[in-house]
T-cell receptor
C-alpha cells in the first residue's frame, strides 16, 4: 500500500527566505505526483503536476522536483511571502490505484512571518 | 473553463439524521469524480470514485454511499449519520492526464 510522508509537519520562516518542503512515497510505481495548497477551511488548489517521466515542473516562484527511483519529491519556494502561508499537500497516483485516485501526505503547515 | 461546485458549505446534523451532499462540475465531459474526507489530525482519505454515470466504487467500508445520476453530478449520502462522520468533505474531478481539481468543500459536524 502506498504511504506518503511529508517533512516537516510545520515550518515557520521569515519573509524573503527560500524554503524546501519534502515528500516521500514508498511505492515508486507512480503515475504522477501533484502538489496542492490548502488555506484554512478551504478546498485544495493545484500548484504543480509532475508526470512520472518528468523530473521537475516550475510555476512562478515554485519549483517541484521528482526522483521516482528514490521515492522523493521536493517543493521549492523562492523568496517566500506572508501570502504563501498555508498547508502544502503532496499526493501521488500509484499505477495500481483504483480510478486513478490520489494518495495524500498529511501536509506541511507553512507560516511566513513579515 | 471548468468549475466545480459543492453545497452546502457547512452543515450541522444530529446523530441518526440523513445526509445529502452534492457536487457538480461544469465545462468538461465524462470526468472521473471523487469524494474525499479530511478528518481532524488525519490526511485526506478517498471515499468513493466514479468513472462514469452509475459507476461507483468504494474504497473503505463505511456508513456512506455515493451516486452519479448525471455525467457531471456526484452525490454523497447517508441514511443515518454517526459522530465519526464529522469532517471536511471534498469533491474532485480529474482531467485525462489525471490532474485533479477540488471543490470548496463541505464542513460537516455531527452532534
Amino acid at each position: 500500500k502506498q504511504e506518503v510522508t511529508q517533512i516537516p509537519a510545520a515550518l515557520s520562516v521569515p519573509e524573503g527566505e527560500n524554503l524546501v518542503l519534502n515528500c516521500s512515497f514508498t511505492d515508486s510505481a507512480i503515475y504522477n505526483l501533484q502538489w496542492f495548497r490548502q488555506d484554512p477551511g478551504k478546498g485544495l488548489t493545484s500548484l504543480l503536476l509532475i508526470q512520472s517521466s518528468q523530473r521537475e515542473q516550475t510555476s512562478g516562484r515554485l519549483n517541484a522536483s521528482l526522483d521516482k527511483s528514490s521515492g522523493r519529491s521536493t517543493l521549492y519556494i523562492a523568496a517566500s511571502q506572508p501570502g504563501d502561508s498555508a498547508t502544502y499537500l503532496c499526493a501521488v497516483i500509484t499505477n495500481s490505484n483504483s480510478g486513478y485516485a490520489l494518495n495524500f501526505g498529511k501536509g506541511t503547515s507553512l507560516l511566513v512571518t513579515p | 473553463s471548468q468549475t466545480i461546485h459543492q453545497w452546502p458549505a457547512t452543515l450541522v446534523q444530529p446523530v441518526g439524521s440523513p445526509l445529502s451532499l452534492e457536487c457538480t462540475v461544469e465545462g468538461t465531459s465524462n470526468p472521473n469524480l471523487y469524494w474525499y474526507r479530511q478528518a481532524a489530525g488525519r490526511g485526506l482519505q478517498l471515499l468513493f470514485y466514479s468513472v462514469g454515470i452509475g459507476q461507483i466504487s468504494s474504497e473503505v467500508p463505511q456508513n456512506l454511499s455515493a451516486s452519479r445520476p448525471q455525467d457531471r453530478q456526484f452525490i454523497l449520502s447517508s441514511k443515518k449519520l454517526l459522530l465519526s462522520d464529522s469532517g471536511f468533505y471534498l469533491c474532485a474531478w480529474s482531467e485525462p492526464n489525471y490532474e485533479q481539481y477540488f471543490g470548496p468543500g463541505t464542513r460537516l459536524t455531527v452532534t
